[in-house]
């Protein structure tokens, strides 16, 4: 066989060899990068929320507007009726804000913050409620406001201070309703409260040995465009 024909095929061969490996490597590295990017995405919807709560609690301390700006990658934000937390003759509704993408999903409701990946959920933060010198203090977040945003870009949400009311009262018992309820439950009992949960109308019910105070914060919430 002619030399430079042999060396020719000897380094097609090499070049084959070479190829094939880098495909191995690729192959290995490639969902490596596919989950890194992903639990990226996923701490930065996390940290939109946190942004959230904390323009929340800024408002509370007197601040008359907030306004968060964050990338979007994909999925879709929206305001949801999502219950009411009742206590003696109070009831307030429950608006949440939320991001929904595939399997997953997180919840900004009256301070707390919920993931729920498939059928589980996690409690990321807790919500607004205080005990101390035989008080409960409550603050509840009465969000205002429809819309949705989806896609990729930028998410803008500005939060208006409406006011707030206060309404102190002796009775011990506080009733969520919520899909969450089983987390409300669990927080609840942690923090001291007497807890019976209802499956069938996602309600818990909790009582406390202390006075309850309640302050109701109004919040406008508005998905701003441009």
């Given at each position: 066989?002619?030399?430079?024909?042999?060396?020719?095929?000897g380094?097609?061969?090499?070049?084959?060899?070479?190829l094939?490996?880098?495909?191995?490597?690729?192959?290995?590295?490639?969902?490596?990068?596919?989950?890194?990017v992903?639990?990226?995405?996923?701490?930065?919807?996390?940290?939109?929320?946190?942004?959230?709560?904390?323009s929340?609690?800024?408002?509370?301390?007197?601040?008359?507007?907030?306004?968060?700006?964050?990338?979007?990658?994909?999925?879709?934000?929206?305001?949801?009726q999502?219950?009411?937390?009742?206590?003696?003759?109070?009831?307030?509704?429950?608006?949440?804000?939320?991001?929904?993408?595939?399997?997953?999903?997180?919840?900004?409701?009256n301070?707390?913050?919920?993931?729920?990946?498939?059928?589980?959920?996690?409690?990321?933060?807790?919500p607004?409620?205080?005990?101390?010198?035989?008080?409960?203090?409550?603050?509840?977040?009465?969000?205002?406001?429809?819309?949705?945003?989806?896609?990729k870009?930028?998410?803008?949400l500005?939060?208006?201070?409406?006011?707030?009311?206060?309404?102190?009262?002796?009775?011990?018992?506080?009733?969520?309703?919520?899909?969450?309820?089983?987390?409300?439950?669990?927080?609840?009992?942690?923090?001291?409260?007497?807890?019976?949960?209802?499956?069938?109308?996602?309600?818990?019910?909790?009582?406390?040995?202390?006075?309850?105070?309640l302050?109701?914060?109004?919040v406008?919430?508005?998905?701003?465009?441009?």
């Amino acid at each position: 066989m002619n030399r430079g024909v042999t060396v020719q095929i000897g380094m097609i061969l090499i070049l084959s060899v070479c190829l094939t490996a880098i495909s191995l490597v690729y192959m290995g590295v490639k969902p490596v990068i596919d989950s890194y990017v992903e639990l990226n995405y996923q701490r930065e919807v996390i940290n939109v929320f946190e942004l959230m709560r904390e323009s929340i609690i800024k408002i509370d301390r007197g601040v008359p507007s907030r306004m968060i700006e964050a990338r979007m990658f994909g999925g879709n934000y929206f305001i949801n009726q999502a219950g009411f937390i009742s206590v003696n003759n109070t009831t307030i509704y429950l608006y949440s804000l939320v991001y929904k993408n595939n399997n997953e999903e997180i919840t900004f409701e009256n301070g707390a913050i919920f993931r729920k990946i498939d059928k589980k959920i996690f409690m990321v933060d807790e919500p607004f409620i205080i005990s101390d010198n035989n008080t409960t203090r409550i603050l509840i977040v009465s969000l205002y406001g429809e819309g949705s945003v989806a896609g990729k870009g930028i998410l803008r949400l500005l939060f208006t201070n409406l006011g707030f009311d206060y309404n102190y009262t002796t009775n011990r018992t506080i009733i969520i309703k919520s899909d969450y309820y089983q987390k409300w439950a669990e927080y609840l009992q942690k923090e001291g409260f007497t807890v019976i949960t209802d499956l069938s109308n996602k309600t818990v019910k909790a009582v406390t040995s202390s006075k309850v105070l309640l302050k109701i914060l109004n919040v406008k919430v508005e998905f701003i465009e441009g």
